[in-house]
């Protein structure tokens, strides 16, 4: 078993040896999962199993990571981030194979360069069940003809351990509104485009905005913090009134969960799985010159859309999974 650097400890020690993979055959797990976990900061998809793990973990599962044993009944393998060839050559008829899917990841990307193919390629030689994290990833994949093993949506969770509200708050009237967006990762599709329009329309005697992570904009006014962790992102957003998701056709953006977990409002791109994830819980937008406004309602509603907010508990979500995984 792993914690919280676990899987990531497991990565490094991925170079087996062909007789430590035969061993492997004799023993046993609870559920096996496949993905090439990093230390956060990272990914969305990271940061869920990460979540995901230690919460099955905490009810004393067993979970080994790429690698099936002997005796493992089921295995849960992540989008394209693991290796396949490893993958296939642990499969067995006796084990239940699940394929958690997001994207379509050109969608997302803004181009195709085959992955989309080679994931719908191994879902279908493996797969007996597929769960995606939203209805927009579902009917996106079905769209572009890739016809995927049983799917059903289970939206993502976030560990509520680290984010959560704060336990009092900055009263709003006489300051500014404080906004805060977040991407790990730099493509343009993030919200690079609404980042440099409000750097250069940024009324800064009515909100401030901070942007936690990596971003290909250049901005000037607003203030920029590299990629955090999970507990000081955890605490800078506990500090904020709302979040900005500006992504693009994102299927279920992880840092919208956590600042929606952490009691944040969204101003959101009316784009990908946003409207979903969001509920009544924020503002849409299609336009960045939406934005003032958007921002000066969700000032004034502060506390209706806060109470709006409904993030899946990690406990649900992982029990989901368990269902799936169980058949």
Not at 88 to 93: E, G, Q
Not at 104 to 116: A, E, K
Not at 268 to 289: K, N
Request: charged fraction near 30%; proline fraction near 6%; hydrophobic fraction near 40%.
């Amino acid at each position: 078993m792993f914690g919280a650097a676990g899987p990531a400890r497991a990565l490094a020690r991925r170079g087996r040896t062909e007789a430590d993979w035969l061993r492997t055959r004799r023993g046993g797990a609870d559920l096996a999962v496949f993905h090439e976990f990093r230390p956060p900061p990272y990914g969305g998809g990271n940061q869920f199993l990460l979540a995901l793990v230690r919460e099955l973990e905490g009810r004393g599962l067993r979970v080994e990571v790429n690698r099936v044993s002997g005796g493992t009944p089921a295995c849960l393998f992540n989008s394209f981030n693991f290796d396949f060839a490893r993958l296939r050559r642990f499969a067995r008829d006796d084990v239940r194979m699940v394929h958690r899917v997001d994207g379509p990841v050109g969608v997302y990307r803004g181009f195709d360069d085959g992955t989309d193919r080679r994931i719908a390629g191994v879902n279908h030689q493996l797969a007996a069940a597929t769960i995606l994290q939203s209805r927009f990833s579902l009917e996106k994949h079905r769209e572009l003809g890739y016809d995927l093993r049983a799917p059903l949506v289970v939206r993502n969770a976030v560990d509520h351990a680290i984010f959560h509200p704060p336990t009092k708050r900055e009263p709003l009237p006489g300051r500014r509104l404080r906004v805060i967006a977040a991407s790990w990762s730099d493509n343009p599709r993030k919200g690079a485009d609404v980042l440099e329009w409000l750097d250069r329309h940024l009324d800064a005697d009515s909100y401030e905005v901070t942007f936690a992570g990596q971003t290909q904009a250049r901005l000037e006014r607003i203030h920029v913090v590299g990629p955090l962790a999970s507990d000081p992102l955890a605490e800078l957003m506990r500090s904020q009134d709302v979040y900005l998701a500006a992504s693009r056709d994102d299927p279920s953006s992880n840092a919208l969960l956590e600042a929606l977990a952490c009691g944040l409002p969204a101003a959101f791109r009316r784009s990908g799985g946003h409207p979903e994830l969001v509920g009544e819980a924020g503002i849409g937008f299609d336009d960045p010159e939406e934005l003032p406004d958007v921002f000066a309602r969700l000032a004034a509603e502060l506390e209706p859309r806060r109470g709006a907010i409904r993030v899946p508990a990690l406990a649900d979500v992982a029990d989901r999974y368990l269902e799936v995984l169980r058949g």
